[in-house]
């Protein structure tokens, strides 16, 4: 099991630029976001293998949204610039300790772990 604490979110104008953060108790093979709007499915957002730092985005937030790893303290972070309402959900960070097919890295299915939720605002 993999324990994980989220920091950072908040409230932003449209266009402007958010950081979250997410820490794990452990070493995780998969770290990947998620987001939640209110009335909608959670969908991926953005994963990280980091074990390489190959990552792998949503159609909806590639170009705009950056997911990084710091090994040293198991910590993912997502740089969220160029935000608009659209943008706006909870957002959760997920982690998986043990070895997945790299296809199934954005599958909610895949992560057992998953942190307490930070919500993400973004007014026009």
């Known amino acids: 099991q993999v324990q994980l604490v989220q920091s950072g979110g908040g409230s932003v104008q449209a266009g402007g630029s958010l950081k979250l953060s997410c820490a794990a108790s452990?070493?995780?093979?998969?770290m990947t976001w998620f987001r939640q709007a209110p009335g909608k499915e959670r969908e991926a957002v953005a994963g990280?293998?980091?074990?390489?730092?190959?990552?792998s985005y949503a159609d909806s937030v590639k170009g705009r949204f950056t997911v990084s790893h710091i090994s040293a303290n198991n910590t993912v972070n997502l740089q969220m610039d160029s935000l608009t309402p659209e943008d706006t959900a909870t957002y959760y960070c997920?982690?998986?300790?043990?070895?997945?097919?790299?296809?199934?890295?954005?599958?909610?299915?895949?992560?057992?772990?998953w942190g307490q939720g930070t919500q993400v605002i973004v007014s026009s």
């Open positions: 997920a982690a998986t300790p043990t070895f997945r097919p790299w296809s199934t890295i954005l599958l909610e299915a895949t992560y057992n772990d």
């Open positions: 452990r070493y995780a093979y998969f």
């Open positions: 990280l293998y980091t074990g390489t730092g190959r990552t």
